[in-house]
C-alpha cells in the first residue's frame, strides 16, 4: 500500500498544480483532500475483519500488512474514476469537480504503481467477482 505521507506529499503538490492551472482554490483544496480522504475507504474494512476499534497503530499495520478478511475498498474503484470523469466533461470541466477528479486520479495510480498488486486489483467488478478475498491483491 503506497503510504499515507507519500498520498499527503503527491496530492498537496498536485492541489498546488491545480491552482496553478486553474486559479481556483476550491479546486486546489479539493484534489488534495481528495487525494488524501480516500483511503478513509479502508476503516469499514478494518472494522469488518475486527470489529469497530480506533486503534490508529492495529489499524494500519493491518491495512499495510493485508491482515483483513476482505478488501471492499469501495473507493478505490476505476469505474468510479471514469464516472468522475465523465461528471467533469458532462459539466464543461467543472473546476471543482476536475481538482477532485484529479485527486482521486492520482491516488489510484499512485497505488497501482506503488503497490504492485494485479493488474485489474482497483477494478471493483474485479474483485466483487472474487469476493474480495484479500488475495485478490497479491500479483
Known amino acids: 500500500m503506497a503510504k499515507l505521507e507519500t498520498h499527503v506529499v503527491a ?3 498536485a492541489g498546488g ?3 496553478a492551472v486553474t486559479g481556483s482554490l476550491p479546486a486546489a483544496t479539493a484534489c488534495a483532500a481528495t487525494g488524501i480522504l480516500v483511503d478513509l ?3 469499514p474494512d478494518y472494522w469488518f475483519s475486527h470489529g469497530f476499534s480506533l486503534r490508529i497503530k492495529h489499524f494500519m499495520e493491518s491495512c499495510y500488512e493485508g491482515r483483513l478478511q476482505r478488501f471492499f475498498l469501495l473507493m478505490h474503484s476505476i469505474e468510479l ?3 468522475l470523469g465523465c461528471l467533469v466533461w ?3 470541466f467543472n473546476t471543482l469537480l476536475f481538482g477532485v477528479f484529479m ?10 504503481v506503488m503497490n504492485l498488486h494485479k493488474p485489474f486489483a482497483y477494478f ?5 467477482a472474487r ?9
Not at 485527486?103 to 497501482?112: A, T, V, W
Request: hydrophobic share 45%.
Open 90 to 92: 458532462r459539466t464543461g
Open 17 to 19: 498544480g491545480i491552482y
Open 81 to 83: 474514476l471514469f464516472v
Open 131 to 139: 469476493k474480495f478475498v484479500p488475495g485478490v491483491f497479491k500479483p
Open 11 to 13: 496530492s498537496v503538490v
Open 103 to 112: 485527486g482521486y486520479g492520482l491516488h489510484l495510480l499512485l497505488d497501482q
Open 41 to 43: 475507504d479502508h476503516f
Open 124 to 128: 471493483i467488478l474485479y474483485r466483487l
